[in-house]
């Protein structure tokens, strides 16, 4: 009896199997990927974003992929620039703490970082695929975090989910 469970689960994957595929990738055809600097513009600059953005989302893509980078007659172009790069104050946050003095509740208050990213994507192979979009993220924090804190954490943890966007947007099939 359970070998009979056993071809039947088999025979029920195999069918599965062929009914539904999952490609994981809409880049079949292509094979290099020039990656140029994303340089910042932003009016606040941030003296290693561009270089830190550049270096990780190519590495994103030649680690992620089976695409080769290139300099010359690439399959795939991916350019653009930083846009914009603010810390701007939000809204009192949820951090509390009680004051022993007065009995009172005094609260955190928290800075948002926003980083803004405009992305050419060229596909040459496939041209109805490629775009032009700007990604954009931010990262919550305690506004008593030193600007070395901010930009040793936060950045990486808004250029991370934008870098993951853009990413899914080129390569993702789903």
């Known amino acids: ?8 689960g088999f025979v029920i994957l195999t069918l599965f199997q062929q009914c539904y595929s999952f490609t994981g990738s809409s ?13 910042n513009n932003a009016a606040l600059v941030n003296p290693a974003l561009s270089q830190q953005f550049s270096t990780d989302i190519q590495n994103r893509f030649l680690q992620r992929t089976t695409l080769k980078g290139t300099k ?16 701007t104050p939000t809204t009192i946050g949820s951090n509390s703490t009680t004051n022993q003095t007065t009995g009172g509740i005094v609260q955190d208050s928290q800075n948002k970082l926003t980083i ?6 060229e596909n040459k192979i496939h041209s109805d695929s490629s775009f032009d979009r ?19 954490s936060q950045v ?14 080129i390569v993702a099939n789903w």
Do not use: C, W
């Open 1 to 8: 009896m359970s070998k009979m469970k056993i071809i039947f």
């Open 27 to 39: 880049l079949t055809d292509e094979k290099t990927v020039q990656i140029n600097e994303f340089p």
């Open 72 to 87: 010359e007659n690439p399959d795939i172009l991916i350019e653009g620039e930083i846009s914009d790069y603010s810390i």
């Open 116 to 121: 803004t990213v405009k992305v050419h994507y």
């Open 134 to 152: 700007t990604y954009s993220d931010e990262a919550v924090f305690n506004s008593n975090l030193s600007q070395s804190d901010i930009e040793a």
């Open 156 to 169: 990486k943890i808004a250029t991370d989910r934008i870098i993951n966007k853009i990413f899914n947007d």
